[in-house]
């Protein structure tokens, strides 16, 4: 049975990249931080879960979920506001052309 959390090493070697490289791509955001764990919390580890939502969303196979719920209902308002403009833009009738400036 493959273990739920993998450490440094493991979880690197799981997205198959060296620990390094793991570290420096957790620092830039690709992937989940880690879940401290242990006695004293020295301990990091990494949800393999979480690291294959993770791989799915970089990879293109899904998009990223709201991280919260106030956050899903700003993109839920913004998208219908662009559609409530999207409507208003299309029953307006067009209005004059405007002239070309006098010469003087």
């Known amino acids: ?49 979480a690291l294959d939502d993770r791989a799915d969303i970089v990879s293109g196979r899904r998009e990223a979920l709201p991280e919260s719920a106030a956050e899903a209902a700003q993109q839920a308002a913004a998208e219908a506001a662009a559609i409530e403009g999207a409507k208003r833009a299309a029953t307006q009738r067009p209005g004059p052309k405007p002239r070309p400036p006098q010469a003087r």
């Open 1 to 49: 049975m493959a273990p739920r959390f993998l450490r440094r090493d493991q979880a690197a070697e799981y997205v198959g990249v060296s620990p390094d490289v793991f570290t420096w791509e957790v620092a830039q955001g690709w992937w989940p931080p880690p879940v401290r764990r242990g006695a004293k919390g020295g301990l990091d580890t990494w949800d393999r879960l």
